[in-house]
């Protein structure tokens, strides 16, 4: 299993980014794929999760209404939309696969939020 992470970066107050995850190792579409993030000094959170069947999605509260989790099967890709950007989402934000085993963990991309 491996989860490649791309699209982080350096954004302004109210800015844009859309984070990307490549997943190969596995059958991607039988598996809910979440993003998490952890700040400097802080737990590690969830921040969206992708159902692997349908279109269900869930959210943390403080990103409800900004972040949008979706999915390419074909393209064995999950995305995460961010909008309307915070100082507060600065984090280093991780793709993740849940195993009974042990969860897969992806090397994490940086998403800084300043003006």
């Known amino acids: 299993v491996q989860l490649v992470e791309s699209g982080g970066g350096l954004v302004q107050p109210g800015g844009s980014l859309r984070l990307s995850c490549v997943a190969s190792g596995f059958t991607f579409s039988r598996y809910t794929m979440r993003w998490y993030r952890q700040a400097p000094g802080k737990e590690r959170e969830l921040v969206a999760s992708a159902m692997s069947a349908g279109r269900s999605t869930l959210y943390a509260d403080s990103v409800k209404g900004r972040f949008t989790i979706s999915r390419d099967n074909a393209k064995n890709t999950v995305y995460l939309q961010m909008n309307s950007l915070k100082p507060e989402d600065t984090a280093v934000y991780f793709c993740?696969?849940?195993?009974?085993?042990?969860?897969?963990w992806g090397q994490g991309t940086l998403v800084t939020v300043s003006s």
């Open positions: 993740n696969r849940a195993s009974a085993t042990g969860d897969y």
